[in-house]
């Protein structure tokens, strides 16, 4: 389904926090859709923010930004959005890239247009933290780079859920846990570039949901790549991780769709808590933090 016509091996570069006793932690922003924006330098010393998407699979950025970086071609990788449509991206290397204090030197990514068009510098996937676990801090708006005695104090403090992964050959990598939803449960994709969860329209008549009930909002429209959508959008009355009912989300705005997985679950779900993907592991943990003020 994906096809990597060149594959560079890369590496991920020079600072390593496993050996450490502190975790490090850089604060992020989030934009009008909940999106998270991290600061990242790209070369040596270009500074840009960038998106951390956990759902889009691999990093890409914007056209005109890999050209100033004078990228070399290498490539490229064709993928599946969730709604199907297949995305052929062109794949470069460029010179280095870094988010706190993980460096990538000759990293893989992609180029997409539709970033120029809307201004935005570049997508950062989960790709970069195959060796090394974070926590997205969504209560104090922390992204923070674990260490093997912080991941120990986060899996007392919270509940943890198995990690599963669709991995294309080192190059993309997106991330999946089980959550529950009324009677019916999934395997949802973990997408914080998703303001909201999505479910796929085959759960509707296995919860009682009518695509023509008064309840429900029918909206007809196109993907960001122009492929034509329906989706039917309502309230459920909980999502929650399925390992811990307490990690939930009370009456969470929901779309059903014609999507390839069985639910992605979006940023709603995670305010003000903290989630953290340990790779390594395969293991995600969410907790309850106490806010900074």
């Known amino acids: 389904m994906r096809t990597l016509t060149h594959a560079l091996v890369f590496l991920l570069f020079p600072f390593s926090l496993l050996a450490s006793s502190k975790p490090v932690s850089i604060p992020f922003t989030t934009n009008s859709d909940g999106m998270i924006i991290v600061p990242a330098t790209v070369g040596t010393n270009i500074s840009v923010h960038v998106i ?9 950025l914007a056209p005109s930004l890999i050209e100033k970086l004078h990228g070399k071609p290498v490539g490229q990788f064709s993928g599946l959005r969730m709604t199907g449509e297949r995305l052929d991206i062109p794949l470069f290397v460029i010179p280095e890239i870094s988010i706190g204090p993980v460096v ?7 180029s997409w247009d539709v970033l120029d068009k809307v201004h935005f510098d570049g997508i950062i996937s989960l790709s970069d933290f195959r060796q090394q676990p974070i926590t997205i801090d969504f209560a104090n708006k922390m992204l923070v780079f674990e260490t093997p005695k912080s991941l120990v104090q986060r899996s007392k403090a919270g509940a943890s859920s198995p990690l599963q992964f669709d991995d294309f050959r080192g190059i993309a990598v997106d991330s999946f846990s089980h959550f529950q939803f009324g009677s019916q449960s999934g395997q949802c994709e973990i997408d914080s570039g998703s303001p909201s969860a999505t479910l796929s329209t085959r ?8 695509k023509d009930g008064k309840e429900v909002r029918k909206h007809e429209g196109r993907t960001i790549t122009g492929a034509p959508e329906t989706r039917y959008d309502t309230t459920l009355p909980l999502i929650s991780l399925a390992s811990s009912a307490q990690i ?12 390839i997985y069985d639910c992605v679950i979006g940023v709603d779900f995670w305010s003000g808590k903290a989630v953290t993907f340990n790779l390594p592991d395969k293991q ?6 106490a806010t900074s003020h």
Do not use: Q, R
């Open 284 to 289: 995600l943990t969410v907790s309850i933090p």
């Open 104 to 110: 990538k030197k000759d990293p893989l990514v992609g």
């Open 248 to 259: 939930s989300l009370p009456h969470p705005a929901t779309s059903f769709a014609d999507i």
């Open 52 to 60: 951390l998407d956990t759902g889009a699979g691999l990093d890409v």
């Open 203 to 210: 759960y509707m008549p296995l919860l009682g949901i009518d």
